[in-house]
């Protein structure tokens, strides 16, 4: 078959919602796109662990501690589940890490902000997973069979991280005025950085039209990012917070809120690694990785002793 | 001293005893036993399996989507494969 005719394969699977499968062809600019897309959903994954992880020995209750370690372990396995899914685009393991650790690769802005108190592992999980959830939810459908699956896996995770967040939250809201004093700082400082999570707004978006007639994608950044404030509003509303955003109000017209922005200007600044943390972030995993590299070496060679060899 | 992520294994895991192995992803591991572990703690975080079997990626045979037309050609014209194929007289029960 000529390349025509693949193309014709393709785009016919695609109009029939059918999904593409790693050894089906595939157009290069939707490989390379995929490739970007999924090895940096992995990355944040990864580095996700870190603001979190910050408050392992911290936490509260040994509750709160159990919960959170289970929390950070997951988002580990969503890492290597995306992982896989972007390998199997012909992109090795080690050239992603490569690309995180010498910090060439993206991965979401988010986490270049600081855990400063316990609220903010609360808001985390009821703000920063939910957003991730509505994302995420959606890319199950996403037209790529590799990660189409890793999403339905993490979907059913990821309501575990939200549900314990929120509940955190709630403990601090009815609690005493200082902790309800604490739950509204950490509202206010991760409510915009949360909204930035689905990306630049559309009018500015330049792999949108791509992703989106693709279908890796289903829904614009600006959809997304409505849903999620229609969504949030009456989970802020009963904790007795305020969502720190004088322009918010309800459009009866188009059933939804009416919400302020996100400063774009932080957003790029940040992805370009001026955020506060970002030297931190990136620091931490390659301590992290170097660290482990005897525990990596020893593996090895215990592979290639094993009688076998089928790891050799 | 190479320093890599060791072989890509796949995983496939059964529910509950009687059913199929399912597969259900990947793990890097570089013997046996490490990918057992592994896929355990990726893929049974939440009891989602009694057993679990890893393959080395490589070992793997697949079908070529290419020719997914002419591989599976031979079932298409075969309906007499198939139950609703016959004719069976009410009255006799279910069959
Ligand atoms: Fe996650
Ligand atoms: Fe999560």
């Given amino acids: 078959?000529?390349?025509?005719?693949?193309?014709?394969?393709?785009?016919?699977?695609l109009a029939k919602n059918d999904f593409i499968e790693p050894k089906d062809w595939m157009p290069e600019n939707y490989r390379k796109h995929l490739i970007r897309q999924v090895s940096q959903h992995a990355h944040s994954e990864i580095v996700g662990m870190l603001p979190e992880g910050n408050w392992i020995t911290r936490a509260p209750s040994l509750r709160a501690k159990l919960v959170l370690l289970a929390?950070?372990?997951?988002?580990?396995?969503?890492?290597?589940?995306?992982?896989?899914?972007?390998?199997?685009?012909?992109?090795?393991?080690?050239?992603?890490?490569?690309?995180?650790?010498?910090?060439?690769?993206?991965?979401?802005s988010i986490f270049n902000y600081p855990t400063l108190t316990?609220?903010?592992?609360?808001?985390?999980?009821?703000?920063?997973?939910?957003?991730?959830?509505?994302?995420?939810?959606?890319?199950?459908?996403?037209s790529y069979g590799p990660y189409s699956r890793a999403m339905v896996r993490i979907c059913k995770e990821e309501s575990f991280h939200q549900r314990q967040g929120y509940e955190s939250i709630t403990h601090l809201a009815f609690g005493t005025p200082e902790q309800k004093a604490m739950a509204q700082d950490a509202l206010n400082r991760w409510w915009?950085?949360?909204?930035?999570?689905?990306?630049?707004?559309?009018?500015?978006?330049p792999n949108s039209e791509n992703a989106l007639k693709w279908r890796i994608k289903r829904e614009t950044n600006?959809?997304?990012?409505?849903?999620?404030?229609?969504?949030?509003?009456?989970?802020?509303?009963?904790?007795?917070?305020?969502v720190p955003d004088k322009h918010l109000k309800w459009n009866e017209a188009k059933q939804g809120y009416d919400f302020s922005e996100p400063d774009w200007d932080e957003f790029k600044n940040v992805i370009k690694g001026n955020g506060i943390c970002n030297?931190?972030?990136?620091?931490?995993?390659?301590?992290?990785?170097?660290?482990?590299?005897?525990?990596?070496?020893?593996?090895?060679?215990?592979?290639?002793?094993?009688?076998?060899?089928?790891?050799? | 001293m190479s320093d890599n992520q060791g072989q890509l294994w796949e995983v496939f895991v059964q529910k509950k005893s009687g059913q199929p192995f399912v597969h259900c992803g990947n793990v890097h591991a570089f013997d046996k036993e490490m990918a057992l572990q592994n896929a355990r703690d990726?893929?049974?975080?939440?009891?989602?399996?009694?057993?679990?079997?890893?393959?080395?990626?490589?070992?793997?045979?697949?079908?070529?989507?290419?020719?997914?037309?002419?591989?599976?050609?031979?079932a298409n014209d075969k309906i007499f494969r198939h139950p609703t194929f016959y004719q069976?007289?009410?009255g006799v029960g279910h069959m």
């Avoid at chain 1, 995306?82 to 690309?99: H, P, Q, V």
């Avoid at chain 1, 990596?296 to 089928?310: I, L, V």
């Fill in chain 2, 88 to 90: 069976i007289p009410d």
């Fill in chain 1, 279 to 312: 030297k931190e972030r990136l620091a931490s995993r390659n301590k992290a990785h170097s660290e482990g590299a005897w525990v990596r070496a020893a593996a090895e060679a215990y592979g290639k002793k094993q009688p076998e060899k089928e790891a050799a």
């Fill in chain 1, 192 to 205: 915009f950085p949360t909204l930035m999570m689905f990306g630049p707004p559309d009018r500015e978006s």
């Fill in chain 1, 71 to 108: 929390k950070v372990q997951d988002e580990g396995g969503h890492g290597l589940y995306l992982y896989t899914a972007a390998e199997s685009l012909g992109i090795s393991r080690d050239e992603m890490l490569n690309a995180l650790l010498t910090g060439k690769a993206k991965y979401s």
């Fill in chain 2, 42 to 74: 990726v893929y049974t975080r939440r009891n989602e399996g009694m057993a679990l079997w890893v393959v080395l990626s490589t070992a793997i045979v697949a079908s070529s989507p290419e020719d997914i037309g002419s591989f599976f050609e031979p």
């Fill in chain 1, 222 to 242: 600006d959809q997304l990012r409505q849903r999620f404030v229609n969504q949030t509003v009456k989970q802020v509303e009963y904790l007795g917070l305020t």
């Fill in chain 1, 118 to 142: 316990w609220a903010d592992i609360g808001a985390i999980g009821w703000l920063v997973d939910g957003a991730a959830i509505m994302n995420q939810v959606m890319l199950q459908r996403s």
């Fill in chain 1, 1 to 13: 078959m000529d390349t025509a005719k693949f193309e014709e394969v393709f785009e016919a699977k």
